[in-house]
């Protein structure tokens, strides 16, 4: 007899959902992955999905916005999305889930480590979707994360390399050394986030040239990397790549005996921010 209630579980391409999905395998076996494709991941997370896909022995539903990035981008008048303003998580990933959902009761199993139980991930305010964080409740911490990654024999997503979480190739969460990484790996999108960004600054008939610094803030509508245009970022690579080895260093002097990939987590540029995007980088 089928269950009335679904068994769900999200993956965005980052180690921590991809983890759960493979601990959650035998345990529940009628779960439905899913995740959220906003046509803007990175390569490297398409490519890890197919193989977890392998791994896990099913499909990874993949939810899409019914219109993309271009046509959001026009509802919301040009703005490009922000910390202050995150328009992209609520249409392009939330809207698709809850649809998705519907209103049949749901199980959600939420990728929350046991050693960061004080962070959010998507958890839905829709009455007939529960939310469960079996990592919570097992005990299990970065370290058991990656050993089920190891065991699984996928280790991390390629990006790991250069990004520390998942997410659309424009994403403004991105640290000022990331944006580097994408320009390096994939010039392609890194001039697409330009071209963006370009346009946003021609309609709002603002220099591309102006000095963001006195104005950081404001210049977030403006601009998808705080401060300053990609152009100006890029210009800075240099010095952004110096000061990121830097924060690195001070990070693994501040946490001995961590892997790397927890250094760089906490490796965090003076004009970098600390948040992220708590939908989108489990
Ligand atoms: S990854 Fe970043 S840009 Fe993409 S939907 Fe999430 S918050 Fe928005």
């Excluded at 499909?59 to 959001?72: A, K, T």
Aim: charged share 30%; with cysteine.
């Amino acid at each position: 007899m089928t269950s009335s209630v679904r068994h769900i579980c999200g993956i965005s391409g980052g180690k921590d959902s991809s983890a759960l999905a493979l601990y959650l395998r035998d345990r529940v076996p009628e779960m439905e992955y899913f995740f959220c494709d906003t046509g803007a991941e990175l390569p490297e997370t398409y490519e890890f999905l197919t193989r977890l896909e392998v791994i896990l022995g099913k499909p990874i539903v993949r939810l899409n916005s019914e219109r993309g990035f271009d046509h959001w981008f026009e509802v919301f008048r040009g703005a490009l999305p922000s910390p202050q303003m995150r328009w992209c998580t609520k249409v392009m990933k939330i809207k698709p889930i809850e649809a998705w959902i519907g209103d049949k009761p749901a199980i959600s199993y939420v990728a929350i480590r046991a050693d960061e139980a004080n962070r959010k991930g998507y958890i839905s305010t829709k009455p007939n979707i529960e939310s469960r964080f079996p990592f919570v409740e097992d005990g299990v911490d970065h370290e058991g994360v990656m050993k089920i990654l190891d065991d699984a024999g996928i280790g991390l997503p390629a990006y790991y390399d250069w990004r520390t979480r998942s997410g659309c190739y424009f994403c403004f969460y991105q640290r000022k050394a990331e944006w580097i990484g994408l320009a390096d790996r994939h010039p392609e999108l890194f001039e697409r986030a330009v071209a963006i960004e370009q346009k946003v600054l021609l309609d709002a008939g603002v220099d591309g040239n102006a000095d963001f610094g006195d104005r950081a803030m404001a210049g977030r509508q403006y601009t998808w990397s705080g401060g300053e245009t990609l152009v100006q970022l890029r210009d800075r690579r240099t010095e952004i790549l110096d000061r990121h080895a830097d924060a690195l260093a001070r990070a693994k002097t501040a946490r001995r005996n961590i892997p790397l990939i927890e250094v760089l987590a906490d490796a965090f540029d003076d004009d970098d921010s600390a948040e992220q995007c708590t939908v989108c980088a489990l």
